[in-house]
């Protein structure tokens, strides 16, 4: 099973980028799909993910209105498309399948991850 982040990276601040996880070895289906972005010295956090009971997307606060995630369950892929974004946007973006049943991005709740793509916004 592997999961390959594409789309790395550098905007000017208020532009856009698309990130594409491609899935193979397993079959995405409605399986949990997550974004997850982590920063040096921070802990890594949840920014996009849509659980898979209700298919409603969650976005961490930062990002609700810019941030946009999406599948292709006939490509086995999954997407973050990133608007007007910030410096503060920057960062390395993990994509991630699990089982998580909550309206949130719960890390723990993901057990398949890729290997992270570099996203830098400069001012």
């Known amino acids: 099973v592997q999961l390959q982040a594409s789309g790395r990276g550098s905007v000017q601040d208020g532009g856009s980028l698309r990130l594409s996880c491609a899935v193979s070895?397993?079959?995405?289906?409605?399986?949990?799909i997550g974004w997850f972005r982590q920063v040096p010295g921070k802990e890594r956090e949840g920014v996009a993910c849509i659980n898979t009971s209700d298919g409603v997307p969650y976005y961490a606060d930062s990002v609700k209105g810019r941030f946009t995630v999406s599948r292709d369950i006939a490509k086995n892929s999954f997407y973050l498309q990133m608007n007007s974004l910030k410096p503060e946007d920057k960062g390395r973006y993990y994509c991630?399948?699990?089982?998580?049943?909550?309206?949130?991005?719960?890390?723990?709740?993901?057990?398949?991850w890729g290997q992270g793509t570099l996203v830098t916004v400069s001012s």
């Open positions: 070895g397993f079959t995405l289906g409605w399986s949990a």
């Open positions: 991630a399948v699990g089982a998580e049943l909550r309206h949130r991005c719960t890390e723990a709740a993901y057990d398949l």
